[in-house]
């Protein structure tokens, strides 16, 4: 039955199954590096194309997490969870179809921990051909700034690490060039890093110390920026 439903994934989506195993097995996952594959399928693929293959991959994930059901192999959370029903559709069509069929190997790649998060990285959205553009580029930069900016209108200076307030006017006024010349983020990139790597193990130390008015600070949103720049460079050398 499992095999039925998604042999019925590929005609509901309209995708040739055959091509869409052979895109996967391009990412040789998960020994690859994840933006590398996803530069690769940008490289090949249209953005129409490549949300036709996002599509499937999350339909084919979401047969394993059905079979799954409550039961919680993975441990851990929702995260976990789907790192591994993800990860079984990035082994390829043969694991794939064998774990589909098989809760026991579920069962135990999840209690293993072997699976890597998260194949579905690999695979670039609709919207990534929209934003990886020198415009689009300056635009977030200019909102980082503004989002480090709001952050230190917050009355910090009984509150925080005299550092830690330099560093983030010191990020927030990089991020604000970057809004004129991207260029210059790529020039500051390991001050950026490691800046935002200090700044996040603080938070993540003194969050119950904190007054309630503080937001999380979530330097995902600023260290995104780097890669996805680094990712747009890649393309232009297409």
């Not at 040739?16 to 020994?31: M, Y």
């Not at 039961?71 to 589909?100: K, T």
Request: aromatic share 10%; hydrophobic share 35%; net charge negative.
């Amino acid at each position: 039955m499992e095999l039925n439903l998604a042999k019925k994934v590929f005609e509901t989506e309209g995708m040739d199954e055959d091509h869409f195993w052979k895109l996967v097995a391009i990412a040789d996952w998960p020994k690859r590096k994840t933006d590398d594959v996803k530069i690769e399928y940008m490289k090949m693929l249209n953005a129409k194309e490549a949300d036709q293959f996002h599509n499937v991959a999350d339909r084919l994930s979401s047969l394993i997490d059905q079979l799954v059901g409550d039961r919680n192999p993975a441990g851990g959370g929702d995260d976990s969870h789907w790192d591994m029903c993800r990860h079984i559709v990035g082994m390829g069509r043969e694991e794939y179809y064998r774990h589909l069929g098989d809760y026991s190997a579920i069962k135990h790649l999840g209690e293993t921990d072997g699976y890597t998060e998260c194949f579905t990285y690999c695979i670039p959205y609709e919207d990534d051909y929209k934003h990886l553009t020198p415009k689009e580029m300056r635009e977030w930069s200019g909102r980082n700034a503004k989002e480090i900016r709001d952050f230190l209108k917050i009355d910090t200076r009984a509150v925080l690490a005299p550092s830690v307030t330099k560093k983030l006017k010191e990020l927030a006024d990089i991020f604000k060039d970057g809004k004129k010349d991207i260029s210059l983020i790529t020039a500051n990139k390991e001050k950026i890093v490691t800046d935002l790597e200090v700044l996040a193990d603080y938070f993540e130390k003194e969050r119950d110390e904190l007054p309630r008015k503080f937001p999380n600070f979530n330097h995902w949103q600023f260290t995104n920026l780097i890669s996805d720049l680094e990712i747009m460079k890649k393309l232009e050398e297409k």
